[in-house]
């Protein structure tokens, strides 16, 4: 789709994804700075917290008002919000999104939730959005990420993902108020903006490292989410000496993407499970768009027009490239699956 002001393709698409993880992520750092962060349990037992349900109304209410042709694939809905039991932090989500979008109704607010119910697929365009990635992160005070794509016929076109608790660079790290945007266009490369102010963006490049003593992997802080034993027996054959570096949600491709580590290893701890696409598509293009490489276990790229989950692919090795086949070598000769 061409905008005939630039003549960039998707270029509204990637303002509008910016602005939209841009006041997620307000939300969230408010909900963070608040007293008594707690969260509710799903269904499955996972934690969501008043700022997933947030952040989800406010990027589905900006992609409604851009795009209201546009369906939207996303991790959260408003089922358990709307259960009396859960009247109070309604409540409180509804005050922490007013404070970002002035005069907002509590049925507007459900409803923009409820817009992340599309099913995806292989048909024309739909957006695909996890309003916080690495919910556990977030509770922890650590990393997370509000990490948003378009995908058009099953390719990823536009990805924008705010990490509020991720340094612009290594010299930031802990400051507060130095998060980072990461942004990408197919075809147009991936660029890192500060996440506060109006500083112009720089380009995202991967490493070029291949020496495999000074190779750095990183992975989930969760083992039940990614098998940490599994990881380290492929490190070890590797030849990797480094530690693993361990970060929460999808920031780990973004450290992969600026070069600040080379391989990201996400090895299923059961056979069964199948990744969100929600939990992928934003951090896969940024990767790709700054030079590396994105695959399954198997070698075979994501496919993102399944439906709701990667259902063809098991586990996910990213990397800058140059190591991507050894890397997927050491796994075929090591790696048995629970
Ligand atoms: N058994 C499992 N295996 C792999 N990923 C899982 C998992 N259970 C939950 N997850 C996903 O792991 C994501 C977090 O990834 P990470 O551990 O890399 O930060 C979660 O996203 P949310 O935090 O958005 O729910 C969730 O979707
Ligand atoms: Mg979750
Ligand atoms: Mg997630
Ligand atoms: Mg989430």
Request: aromatic residues 6%.
């Amino acid at each position: 789709m061409l905008n005939t002001t630039s003549g960039l393709a998707f270029e509204h698409e990637r303002v509008v994804a910016m602005q939209a993880v841009r006041d997620a992520a307000t939300l969230c750092r408010a909900v963070q700075r608040g007293v008594n962060l707690q969260a509710m349990d799903k269904k499955d037992r996972s934690p969501v917290t008043v700022a997933d349900f947030g952040s989800q109304a406010l990027v589905c209410r900006v992609l409604e008002e851009a795009f209201p042709a546009d369906p939207v694939v996303a991790e959260e809905d408003s089922g358990e919000l709307r259960q009396p039991a859960h009247a109070e932090s309604l409540a409180k989500v509804l005050r922490f999104v007013t404070e970002v979008q002035a005069g907002v109704d509590q049925e507007s607010l459900l409803r923009w939730i409820d817009r992340g119910g599309a099913l995806g697929g292989a048909r024309d365009r739909f957006w695909t959005l996890d309003p916080i990635d690495g919910t556990k992160g977030f509770l922890r005070g650590e990393q997370y990420a509000i990490a948003l794509a378009l995908i058009v016929e099953g390719r990823i076109e536009v990805a924008a993902m705010a990490c509020p608790n991720l340094p612009t660079a290594p010299e930031n790290d802990g400051v507060a108020g130095t998060g980072s945007l990461f942004v990408a266009v197919r075809g147009q490369g991936a660029e890192l903006y500060p996440l506060d102010g109006d500083l112009p963006a720089t380009p995202v490049r991967v490493s070029a490292r291949d020496d495999w003593g000074l190779v750095r992997f990183c992975e989930s802080v969760e083992s039940g989410h990614s098998a940490h034993d599994w990881s380290a027996t492929v490190a070890h054959r590797l030849g990797i000496t480094a530690p693993p570096v361990r970060l929460d949600s999808q920031a780990k491709y973004a450290v992969v993407a600026r070069g600040e580590a080379d391989i990201y290893l996400r090895l299923p701890t059961k056979a069964d499970y199948r990744e969100k696409i929600w939990d992928h598509a934003s951090g896969a293009l940024i990767l790709a768009e700054a030079g590396g490489v994105v695959t399954d276990l198997d070698g075979r790229p994501l496919d993102f027009a399944r439906g709701r989950e990667l259902s063809e692919n098991r586990g996910v090795v990213a990397t800058n490239g140059p190591l991507h086949d050894r890397v997927l070598a050491a796994l075929a000769e090591t790696f048995r699956p629970a």
